[in-house]
T-cell receptor
Framework: DSGVTQTPKHLITATGQRVTLRCSPR?????VYWYQQSLDQGLQFLIQ???????AKGNILERFSAQQFPDLHSELNLSSLELGDSALYFC????????????FGNGTRLTVT | QQQVKQSPQSLIVQKGGISIINCAYE??????FPWYQQFPGKGPALLIA?????SEKKEGRFTISFNKSAKQFSLHIMDSQPGDSATYFC?????????????FGPGTRLSVLP
């Protein structure tokens, strides 16, 4: 168990809809990262937060947004969903500035029909 | 410069054999190199990691070899077992005052035959 909690585990929704994915980082971790993994693909970095502030953006679509709250949990909002958005979405956390590993949650599997 | 290259894309090894996965990077600012193991439907899990001030790190059957001058690092799995069948990702990161920037390789799918 990595200590990173993601909810829900599965999400099925229709095209055009909006969903929110939630992540609780490991206790004490200040950084939260979001990744997208399509079927049999690698990990595509979406966005990173550090202590509530956005720190880095990757290949995140304009239809997607995220935030990190004062209690350090994070939410990823996906809107105007398309079939191609179907994927596993992972949240990961790390302690902070110093070199430390990422700890991944078990992901949310999103299916857009 | 931000890419991490990984090879092979897939690997089939007999039980008891040695599995070797190679990665290469360009950005000399990277200062932390972890490897992750991912089983289907699960999140990647940290396997082993190395910093560039050492050339080798061993944990059980898993060894990272690091060549700073060549900007290459590799994962060796000794006595490979069917339970090692998974996708392996190498990564490189650099840090600043606000966190770390991780770059992942595209992954290697390992199959260990019984």
């Amino acid at each position: 168990d990595s200590g990173v909690t993601q909810t829900p585990k599965h999400l099925i929704t229709a095209t055009g809809q909006r969903v929110t994915l939630r992540c609780s980082p490991r206790s004490g971790d200040l950084s939260v990262y979001w990744y997208q993994q399509s079927l049999d693909q690698g990990l595509q970095f979406l966005i990173q937060y550090y202590n509530g502030e956005e720190r880095a953006k990757g290949n995140i679509l304009e239809r997607f947004s995220a935030q990190q709250f004062p209690d350090l949990h994070s939410e990823l909002n996906l809107s105007s969903l398309e079939l191609g958005d179907s994927a596993l979405y992972f949240c990961a956390s790390s302690v902070g500035p110093e070199n430390s590993p990422l700890h991944f949650g078990n992901g949310t599997r999103l299916t857009v029909t | 410069q931000q890419q991490v290259k990984q090879s092979p894309q897939s690997l089939i090894v007999q039980k008891g054999g040695i599995s070797i996965i190679n990665c290469a990077y360009e950005n000399t600012a990277f200062d932390y190199f972890p490897w992750y193991q991912q089983f289907p439907g699960k999140g990647p899990a940290l396997l082993i990691a190395i910093r560039p001030d050492v050339s080798e790190k061993k944990e059980g059957r898993f060894t990272i070899s690091f060549n700073k001058s060549a900007k290459q690092f590799s994962l060796h799995i000794m006595d490979s077992q069917p339970g090692d069948s998974a996708t392996y990702f190498c990564a490189a990161s650099r840090h600043d005052n606000y966190g770390q920037n991780f770059v992942f390789g595209p992954g290697t799918r390992l199959s260990v035959l019984p």
